[in-house]
Nanobody, 118 residues
Framework: VQLQASGGGLVQAGDSLRLSCAVS????????MAWFRQAPGKERESVAT????????YYADSVKGRFTISRDKAKKTVYLQMNSLKPEDTAIYYC????????????WGQGTQVTVSS
């Protein structure tokens, strides 16, 4: 499985940004897709997850109501729509995948930088 993240950039507080994660090299019907982020000096944290075959989603409290995770099965792409961005959202964002039931995420994208200026 290969994951290719894109869409990061430099924006101002209150702006929106959409990240994309192109997925290839596997069958994803029983996968959970996720977006993580890691800010300087902080541990990597889970931001949002979605099951490939169902609309079941999870959001961290810090992004709930502002971020939306979705997937386009035909395009084999997972998105993270980020609205009302805050400076504390500044981080490297990673997409990841794991089979349902797996304890940890085994496939990771290369990361894309999101910087939000105040």
């Amino acid at each position: 499985v290969q994951l290719q993240a894109s869409g990061g950039g430099l924006v101002q507080a209150g702006d929106s940004l959409r990240l994309s994660c192109a997925v290839s090299g596997g069958t994803f019907s029983q996968y959970i897709m996720a977006w993580f982020r890691q800010a300087p000096g902080k541990e990597r944290e889970s931001v949002a997850t979605i099951r490939w075959n169902t609309p079941m989603t999870y959001y961290a409290d810090s992004v709930k109501g502002r971020f939306t995770i979705s997937r386009d099965k035909a395009k084999k792409t997972v998105y993270l729509q980020m609205n009302s961005l805050k400076p504390e959202d500044t981080a490297i964002y990673y997409c990841a995948a794991k089979p349902v039931g797996a304890a940890s995420y085994g496939w990771w994208g290369q990361g894309t930088q999101v910087t939000v200026s105040s």
